[in-house]
Each structure stands twice: as structure tokens, then as C-alpha cells.
């Protein structure tokens, strides 16, 4: 086992819900400025995944039974989403779950509910430069196109100033034009030195986007490594990529 | 100069269900409890300060912060305790509890104070002011006052504060807000204990104007809850909306029907909930409520 320096570590991850099993010991990585994607189909485990990450599973009466959680080398296996917000992780939740009937400032406000510095402003004021869609602060968040509100939800978990980010299915639901612009933003958030772990399934854009690739298979690890070995690999160019063989 | 006169009382008697109402919105809201022991936290309020203020002699001032604090700390107590494993449960075994608490707080009410009326010492007395040509006590002035800093100071913490706004978003989504980070079980907590503030005050108003302290408050959390409906029962300013409504007509009607034949005179007590009848009838989820909102 090598010595941890991964911005998001986790070994050997269960989990179930009730009685159901839904993760069989997964190991995943994500280092600082790259990006890594992690695939599969629906039902393949890759939300349980991101809420044993995030420590939510207790919300859906489910547990991670086994298994460590590691950002930037403190173990968090054990503590409460809002510690692990705290040391380093922040999300952007599938569907984007803004809170719609509040506005994109009150959004941003609330994405740094666990800061306890007093420049919360400022970085509302720099959310608000970086995403042109959001430069009507006091427009309810409901209102904003899909495209603007996935920029609203990325805004939002920026504003926890996270050094991991978890996105799950960013471009899900978006037109192609605007899955463009979110894949820009996730590349220059890397390019800031943020790691990022990018839940898809849309594979091809996210073998295309990420340096390394996790593939789940019923709560399994079925292929891990270079995404552009997996983006060769037959296997994967058959199930994922729509590739015939 | 009579309907001055019971525009004034309406305005009064409303800034206290409005008072009333708003605790019953945002325990809702930030919790989606309805509170039916908010009401015995009235009583419980005013025999507080009672104790304070006039037992132990104490300022004002000081009897309405100790009262404030002995009640939001007991409303805090229980959501902890109790409200808080309910949480997602059918609503009915939440207001089934909640009933629970109402019948302990009365039985405690009468083990401590006898059931008895008791003056609650207020530093106004019987003395009265002239507005305009309606004599009112200066009491209700201070009624008035009162609310309106109430009000004022909610509208303020849901604006301004972090933990307005965050109480606000887990309103709006509870596991988006966990996976902002934000404390939840700590709004939950503040929320109540806003309520438990807001019983004082509105406790301390019905017992200086018009009614006197004693065991029959218990009765004015049920008169205000329509106001709460009303309004839409996630919305705190149409709580303030919804009190006002229900307070200006029950006392005009007081005023002008209690002799017809047709309504009786106790036409008044059950007015208010006529109103909310009708304005259901058209808009199911309140004046200004989310639509959303469970039946209760």
C-alpha cells in the first residue's frame, strides 16, 4: 500500500442501504489539478459512491460499512458532511438542487455555510464575475436555464473554496453547446489545482475530459486506469462508447 | 368613531395572533412540524414573566429576556427529544406528540401557578392614550411596539443572516442544504427557539390587552391558528398577514353583529376560522404558502 498524498483517498469502500449490498470494496483516487472520471451505468453504485464520500448515507438509511475516507490525508471515514465539507470536499449534486426559490446570491451565501472567514462577499462578488450567467444576483435561482443553473451549482460548491470537487452527471439534461461550456469550466477548475472526481454517463466526454478513469460494474471496480488506454479498450468501447466490435 | 375605535382593537388583537402565527410558521417551515403545543406556550410565557416581574420583583426587561430564554430553551428541548426523531414520519404521529407536549406544559402550568389569574405587573398599568380621537390603554401601544420589533427582527435574520438564509435553503431542500454544509439540526433548533420568544411576547400582548393572564390563553393559540393557515402555514410574513385579517374581524364583528339575531353574540370566536374556510376553499395552500404544503 503506498503512502497517501492523494487529495481524495478512499480504500475499500461497502456499503448498503437496509439489507441491500451496493458497494463491494472500492478503491479510488483523486489527485490535485486532474481529473478522474467515474463510470457506469445506472444502478452501478456511482451516487452511493459520492454519498459514502460526502457521508450521506445515513440521510438514505444506509451505511458505509466498511472502508476509509481520506482528504488530503485526514480521515474522515467517521465525520459528519459538514466536516468533510470543512477539510476539503464540496459537491455538485445530480439535478443541481439549487435551492429555487431562493436567489443565486442567497445560492452562493449558502455554499459557504461551513467558512468561518469573514470573505464570503468577496467571493460572491467572484462567483459572480466568473459565471456571466450569474450576474443578476437577486434572480430567483428557479428562474435560470439549465445551463445557467448547473453554473449556479458549480458557483455554489466553490463557495465552500473545496480543494476536491465531486461532480455527479454535470450534463445531464444540458445541449450539447452547453456541456461544452461545463466541460471548459471543469478543465480550468483543474487547471486551478482543484481535483476533481466526475461522476458521467456520458462516457466519451468524460474519458475525453478526465487523465484517469474508475468503471463501475454492480458496486465493482471492473476497470481503473489511464483514460486513454480505457477509452481503447474494447471492452469499454462496447459498453459505454457505442462502439461495435 | 366606533369603527375607529375597533379598527384600533383589530390591529391590536391582529399584532398578537400575527405574533402567534409567525411561531407557528417557522417551526413549520424549517421543520414541517405544526406545533400544537405552541399555544401553551403563551400562558406558560406570561406566567413566566409573571414570576419574574411581579414574585420576584424584578425589571421588565429582565422578566421578559428570563422568560424568552426558559422558553426557547424548553421548545429547544423539545425538538431535541422528542420532535426530532419524528422527522419524516407521517404527519400525524408528529401532531399526535406535539399534543403530548401541550397536555404536559398545561399539567406543569397547574402544578406551578394553580390555574389561577394572576396580574402580571406591567409597568403601564390602566393608563390610557389618545390617538386621534380613540382612547386606547397605553398598553396596547406597547403591543404595537413590540410586534413590530418582532417582526422587524425576523425579517432581519432571514435577510441578513447566514443562519436565516441557511434555514431558508433547508426549507427548500434539506439534503442539497447537508450537502452545502449547513448546519441543519442547528436551524431546526433556532427555529424553535424563535417560536419560544415569539410565545413570550405574544403571551405577555393577550395578557396586558385585552384579556388578563390566567389558564384561558391556553385557548388563543387555537384562536390564531387560522391566522397561521391563512397565511399560507410556510410563511412567516403572511403570518403577519394572516393574524391581522383575523384579528380586525373578529373584533368587528364583535362589534356589530354580536346583537343580530341571525349570529349570536359569540358569532366573533368562530369567525376566523370561517375566513379561512372560504380563502382555502379558493387557494388550498394559504395566502402566500408554498403549494406543496401537506393538508393537516
Known sequence: MTTTTSALDVRGAYANYQNADVLHGIDLQVEQGMVTALLGANGAGKTTFLRCVLGLMAVHRGEMSAGSVRVLGQDVSRASAQKRIRAGLAVVPEGRRLFADLTIEQNLRIGASTRRDKETSEDVEKMLERFPALRRPKLQAGYLSGGEQQMLAIGRALMARPKILLLDEPSLGLAPLVVDGVFETIASLAADGIGILLVEQNAERALDASSQAVVLQVGKVVRSGASADLADDPVIQESYLGVAS | ?296
Open chain 2, 1 to 296: 368613531m366606533k369603527f375607529e375605535q375597533l379598527l384600533l382593537a383589530g390591529i391590536v388583537l391582529g399584532a398578537i395572533y400575527g405574533l402567534i402565527a409567525m411561531g407557528f410558521a417557522i417551526i413549520y417551515k424549517a421543520t414541517k412540524i405544526v406545533h400544537f403545543a405552541h399555544g401553551a406556550m403563551l400562558p406558560l410565557g406570561a406566567y413566566l414573566v409573571y414570576t419574574f416581574a411581579v414574585r420576584w420583583d424584578q425589571p421588565w426587561v429582565i422578566a421578559l429576556i428570563g422568560a424568552s430564554a426558559i422558553c426557547a430553551a424548553i421548545n429547544v428541548l423539545m425538538q431535541k427529544v422528542f420532535a426530532r426523531r419524528m422527522m419524516g414520519r407521517p404527519l400525524f404521529a408528529a401532531i399526535m406528540i406535539t399534543f403530548g407536549f401541550e397536555i404536559l406544559l398545561r399539567a406543569g402550568m397547574n402544578l406551578i401557578w394553580k390555574g389561577k389569574e394572576r396580574p402580571i405587573g406591567d409597568p403601564w398599568g390602566s393608563s390610557t392614550v389618545s390617538l386621534g380621537g380613540v382612547t386606547t390603554p397605553e398598553a396596547s401601544l406597547w403591543i404595537l411596539g413590540m410586534a413590530a420589533v418582532c417582526v422587524a427582527a425576523i425579517f432581519a435574520f432571514f435577510r441578513w443572516s447566514n443562519l436565516g438564509v441557511q434555514m431558508l435553503g433547508t426549507a427548500s431542500d434539506q439534503e442539497a442544504a447537508l450537502m452545502c454544509g449547513v448546519p441543519v439540526q442547528r436551524t431546526f433548533a433556532v427555529a424553535w427557539a424563535i417560536a419560544g420568544v415569539l410565545a413570550v411576547v405574544a403571551g405577555v400582548s393577550a395578557s396586558l390587552f385585552p384579556r388578563t393572564l390566567g389558564p384561558e390563553l391556553l385557548a388563543l393559540g387555537m384562536r390564531a391558528f387560522p391566522a397561521a393557515i391563512l397565511g399560507g402555514l410556510d410563511s412567516v410574513g403572511g403570518a403577519v398577514v394572516g393574524g391581522m385579517i383575523i384579528g380586525i374581524v373578529e373584533v368587528m364583528v364583535a362589534g356589530y353583529l354580536s346583537e343580530s339575531a341571525i349570529f349570536g353574540a359569540n358569532f366573533s370566536a368562530v369567525s376566523g376560522y370561517m375566513i379561512m374556510i372560504v380563502v382555502l376553499m379558493v387557494r388550498p395552500y394559504g395566502l402566500f404558502g408554498r403549494k406543496e404544503v401537506a393538508r393537516v
